[in-house]
């Protein structure tokens, strides 16, 4: 964590191209390196879920199983347990490791069809990358975690993908399986098996929405009012969101669905009341909405 800082502020805070150590920017110190790290360690998901999980849509099911069977989909290979560390005997296990998976080479880039000259983006690594339009990098990019990966399309760190579907399918691709990455791997699934690796993607997409929303409607409650009980109140709604979104748009747990809108109405109700008892009696109806829509979705 200490090394992103590092590599964003020579490459984003620099004030020429010529990124010259102590005259186009400055080197972060310890301190600073220090409270960058106790802020990012604050944010996000403070406990890994733990694969498998106790799934009841046999599509999801089925994908999970894909998932993690490093003679099929091989996808715990490099994401493993859905996080960003790498299972690859070539690497030192739970590394976060940085692979050439091909995206660049996609022949049909959205953005070249806007400037046909766009640079090749190289990835990591500053050496020219010997494309005719310019570019730096060894060609390869960082993993990152997949337990929301359904909520943040589009695909990959060119966005060169639109659907979760299709950024399951370019493991299939031509273009994965002969990138340098690829052909150590090589991956093949049929259509069916796509879909059952996205539906997996995409429930425990909306599961992990559904824990941190209930979590934050609880610190809601026990708030007693003021900023974080606003706030965390509009966290749990939009969490609510992210799960509506990725089950309708797989068209998965309908059933879930239906519980999970009742409970963002009444966090939105509760929202347009003060702070007191009816709010915390509308928060512990929508809890236990949301508790109903998990049990549709795991045992
Ligand atoms: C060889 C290692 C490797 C394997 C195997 C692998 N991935 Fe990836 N994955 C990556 C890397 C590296 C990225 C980032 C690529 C980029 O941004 O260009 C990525 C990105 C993704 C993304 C995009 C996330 C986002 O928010 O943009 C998804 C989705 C994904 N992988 C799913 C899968 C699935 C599903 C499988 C199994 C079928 C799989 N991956 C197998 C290394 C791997």
């Known amino acids: ?47 890994d879920l733990s694969l498998p999980l106790p799934l009841k849509d046999p599509m999801a099911k089925l994908g999970q199983a894909i998932y993690l069977d490093d003679a099929l989909g091989k996808c715990n290979l490099c994401h493993a347990n859905a996080g960003a560390t790498a299972a690859f005997s070539h690497f030192p296990l739970g590394s976060n490791e940085n692979f050439n998976t091909g995206v660049e080479n996609l022949p049909h880039h959205p953005a070249r069809q806007v400037d046909p000259n766009m640079p090749r983006d190289g990835g990591f690594g500053r050496t020219p990358n010997g494309d005719r339009r310019g570019g730096f990098g060894n060609g390869t990019f960082n993993t990152p975690p997949l337990i929301e990966a359904a909520a943040t399309g589009p695909f990959f760190h060119n966005n060169a993908v639109h659907t979760l579907e299709d950024a399951v399918n370019f493991y299939n691709s031509e273009t994965f399986n002969n990138s340098p990455s690829g052909s150590r791997v090589r ?59 990725v089950l309708e748009a797989g ?11 009742i409970a963002r109405a009444l966090l939105a ?31």
């Open 251 to 261: 068209k998965l747990h309908a059933s879930a669905v239906m519980p999970l809108k």
């Open 1 to 47: 964590m200490r090394e992103f800082p590092i590599g964003a502020i020579r490459q984003h805070f620099t004030k020429s191209l010529n990124r010259l150590a102590g005259v186009d920017f400055r080197w972060p110190n310890e301190a600073e390196l220090d409270a960058l790290e106790a802020f990012q360690r604050s944010l996000g998901r403070h406990a």
């Open 187 to 245: 991956i093949e699934l049929t259509p069916t098996q796509v879909r059952a690796v996205a539906a997996f993607l995409r429930v425990m997409n909306a599961q992990e929405n559904i824990r941190s929303a209930i979590e934050k409607a609880k610190i809601a409650k026990q708030a007693g009012g003021g900023h974080q009980e606003e706030r965390s109140l509009r966290i749990a709604r939009a969490e609510i969101g992210h799960a509506i979104r």
């Open 269 to 299: 109700t509760a929202s347009l009341v003060p702070s007191g008892p009816i709010r915390a009696t509308l928060i512990t109806l929508a809890v236990h909405q949301q508790e109903v829509a998990r049990r549709h979705l795991v045992d």
